[in-house]
């Protein structure tokens, strides 16, 4: 695996580590200030408004679960697609979901950064 692959996914993993642990500093210095994630309902959701939302508790994530994850890079960009089940409680409701991430990343300098994600059912 590449340098850059290896870095993405780096990033990736610890954005899936700071969502179950409720560490929403490591989430906003990660994301990009313009970060947005649209979810399996097609809500577009803004990087502060998740972060509120996972304070809050309304979305608790307890666990993920990554099952495949490719990375394909084009120049200063690049996309992980992570087939993933992920163990939460949104809004009140808590089950394990099968998903499939697509996160967008731009690298600046030497670093990578997630600018947008979305996710789909992956049943």
Known sequence: MSED???ILAVYHRIDDAMVN???ETLDY???DNYVSVHMTGYQQSKQEWLE???NEEMRYFKTMPQKTTITIDDNI???ICETKIDARIYGFRNTWSMKINMY???RGINWYPVNASASSNN
């Open 5 to 7: 692959k290896q870095k």
């Open 22 to 24: 409720k560490d929403t």
């Open 30 to 32: 990660i994301l990009d």
């Open 53 to 55: 939302q996972i304070e």
């Open 78 to 80: 690049a996309i992980l």
């Open 105 to 107: 990343f731009e690298k």
